[in-house]
Nanobody, 118 residues
Framework: QVQLVESGGGLVQTGGSLKLSCVVSGRTFDDYAMAWFRQAPGKEREFVGAIKWSGGSTYYSEALKGRFTVSRDKGKNMLFLQMNSLQPDDTAVYYC???????????WGQGTQVTVSA
């Protein structure tokens, strides 16, 4: 059974940093892209960034590139999202996602709340 469990969310002041973690388990993920999405109240879920589990190539939302960094530790089966220079608009529930390269399999975590105070 595939599980993705996020942690590390919380309350941070404007300009602060936060690092989210996601523990992934239940299968091997060599043919998967691992991603972070976020959903703010009243808005659609949006892509933040992704990394190929096997090769480590990264991809980012153009709007967030430079402030957010996605990384992974294959040995620990963990995905990370380093967030810097946080703004109130970054307030959202952040989700970890694992997607098979064909799109056939798509798994989500339960999300972790990030709140940035003005």
């Amino acid at each position: 059974q595939v599980q993705l469990v996020e942690s590390g969310g919380g309350l941070v002041q404007t300009g602060g940093s936060l690092k989210l973690s996601c523990v992934v388990s239940g299968r091997t993920f060599d043919d998967y892209a691992m991603a972070w999405f976020r959903q703010a109240p009243g808005k659609e879920r949006e892509f933040v960034g992704a990394i190929k589990w096997s090769g480590g190539s990264t991809y980012y939302s153009e709007a967030l590139k430079g402030r957010f960094t996605v990384s992974r530790d294959k040995g620990k089966n963990m995905l990370f999202l380093q967030m810097n220079s946080l703004q109130p608009d970054d307030t959202a529930v952040y989700y970890c996602n694992a997607r098979y390269y064909t799109g056939k399999y798509d798994y989500w975590g339960q999300g972790t709340q990030v709140t940035v105070s003005a």
